[in-house]
Structures are given as structure tokens and as C-alpha cells.
């Protein structure tokens, strides 16, 4: 008898990274600059290091069922991640995004088939507190899921495996999740490895400030970073949004790289630090593509 095709199909390898990202040596912005694509994945962010698999762990334990919903809000490519798992997995996704979320985002999260909300940041807080109240949504708050940190610690190891004399990483502050595990295994692999954070100068939530709009998705999102730790961390580096638009550009033009603004920003902070006298490779971690970014001019 035949088999069916989808008895071929594994579905761990739809859903994880099975292989190392690649490391782009960036010589003609500084001999000593790398990136760390992050972005060449089926959602086009590092959001599907860990996402997809927490997701998918939740329904498989059986804590979230086929049928029933998971609702999170999101800067908008977390719940890309979030919605194309569900989806293969028979929950039906809600996405609950800023109206500032990039148009392309909310495009694709409907095409996936996710119900969307484009609301402003008091009025995300209490739509998700009316979803925790129901029997047939489960809240996926990625900001205090402290098992993502695990999940984003090989894009640090595979760093110091690819690059083993790094002296410095950049990484962009969303929630401070993913910087937080990638800062774990470097330190892990060498203490003396220098990991910097980086966000918009309009925005420096991080560094101490008070969060205001900029232009740089996925970063300094309006919501409490209860899980980044900053006592891992050299230093914050701040970017203004219009500065990592422009570097995001520069990569296009000058290496062929389609990166995004968040990418821009650290590759903009890498570059600030060598100013500031940092000496060794540097590499900058390119966590967002610009597809989705992209509008008319």
C-alpha cells in the first residue's frame, strides 16, 4: 500500500531550526564586523528560535487544545511565529497588535488565518485581560515565559562556536528575552565576550527612560522587560530610528542583505562601539528581515 504523503513529514522540522544560521563578514563597513543572519527562517525573525516551539509544546502537552485559541499581543512578528504554529496545529490564533504594527504584518498574519486587533497599548491591556477570563482562550504572555530564554540560547553558541575570538555582540532589546539567553551561552562559552544591547533613541526603556513612538518594529515595545538582565550586559547602545532605517538600507545596497530596521539598529550600535574604541570582531545580530517592512515611498 502507499503511504500518504504527510506520513513523510516530520512536523519538529517544520516548526525548529535544524541547521546554524549563517555568520556574513562585513569588511567593507569594518574588517572586523560580522553578522549573524537571523532573519532566513519561515517568519523571518529570530522569533522562531523559541516561539514556534514553546507553541507547539503547549498544544502537544495538551495545556492549550486543538479547537480552542491562543491570544497574545505582540509588536507583530512574535505573532507571526505564534499564528503559523497554531495554525498547523489546529488552534486558532489572535493576534493583538499596536496600529502602528507594519501593514505587510497584518496582511500575513491574516492570510495565515489569525483573527487581528490593531489596538493602542491601554486598550491591548484590557482586551487581553477579557481573554484570560475565558475558558477557551489561552494567553500566551511571551514577556514572562522564562523558558524562551533557553530557546535562544544557541544563536550565542553557535556565535562563539562560528567566531570563537569575539570580543563583542550587539543584540536589539524587545521584550529582553532573546538577549538575555544569548547572553547566557556567550558567557557560558567566555566570560570576556562584551554583549551590548541596543534600542531607539526615542524609545530608551532600557537604558532607564520613558517609552515614545519611533520606527524601529520590534524593539522598545510598551510593556514591561521583567525577564531582561542587565547585569549580563557591557552596555546599552541607543539608535535613532531614522539611523537603522538608513544602515538596514546600506546592507541592501552594499552586501545584498534584506535586513530590517531592527537590524539596521544593531548593526548602527556595532559601528558606534568601534568609535568608542572597542577592539576585536564585533558581531551584530540581524534578528528581522525588511520584507514586511516595506511601503511605498
Known amino acids: 500500500m502507499a503511504q500518504k504523503f504527510h506520513d513523510f513529514l516530520d512536523f519538529k522540522h517544520i516548526i525548529m531550526i535544524e541547521e546554524i544560521t549563517k555568520m556574513i563578514h562585513l569588511a567593507k563597513l569594518d574588517q572586523d564586523l560580522y553578522a549573524k543572519i537571523e532573519f532566513e527562517n519561515p517568519v523571518a525573525a529570530m522569533k522562531y528560535r523559541a516561539i514556534p516551539a514553546f507553541i507547539a509544546q503547549l498544544i502537544d502537552s495538551g495545556e492549550v487544545k486543538p479547537g480552542s485559541s491562543i491570544a497574545m499581543r505582540s509588536a507583530g512578528s512574535a505573532a507571526v511565529a505564534m499564528a503559523r504554529t497554531a495554525i498547523l496545529k489546529g488552534v486558532h490564533p489572535i493576534a493583538v497588535l499596536p496600529p502602528s504594527a507594519p501593514p505587510n504584518i497584518v496582511r500575513l498574519l491574516k492570510w495565515i488565518g489569525a483573527e487581528v486587533h490593531l489596538v493602542p497599548p491601554n486598550d491591548a491591556k484590557v482586551l487581553i485581560q477579557q481573554y484570560q477570563t475565558s475558558d477557551q482562550v489561552y494567553v500566551f504572555g511571551q514577556a514572562g515565559e522564562t523558558h524562551l530564554i533557553d530557546l535562544y540560547k544557541p544563536v550565542g553558541e553557535e556565535i562563539a562556536a562560528q567566531l570563537p575570538n569575539v ?73 535613532a530610528s531614522a539611523e537603522a532605517w538608513s544602515q538596514a538600507k546600506n546592507l541592501s545596497k552594499t552586501f545584498g542583505i534584506l535586513a530590517g530596521p531592527s537590524s539596521g539598529c544593531t548593526i548602527s550600535a556595532a559601528l558606534q562601539l568601534r568609535e568608542q574604541g572597542v577592539k576585536g570582531p564585533i558581531v551584530a545580530v540581524l534578528a528581522c528581515g525588511i520584507l514586511e517592512y516595506l511601503v511605498d515611498e
Open 167 to 239: 570580543a563583542a555582540v550587539t543584540v536589539g532589546i524587545g521584550t529582553g528575552i532573546s538577549i538575555t539567553g544569548i547572553a547566557l551561552a556567550l558567557k557560558e562559552a567566555n566570560p570576556d565576550i562584551a554583549i551590548y544591547g541596543c534600542e531607539p533613541q526615542e524609545a530608551p526603556i532600557a537604558s532607564g527612560g520613558k517609552w515614545a513612538p519611533h520606527n524601529i518594529p520590534g524593539l522598545a515595545p510598551p510593556i514591561p522587560q521583567p525577564l531582561l538582565d542587565k547585569s549580563l550586559l557591557a552596555g546599552i547602545v541607543t539608535v
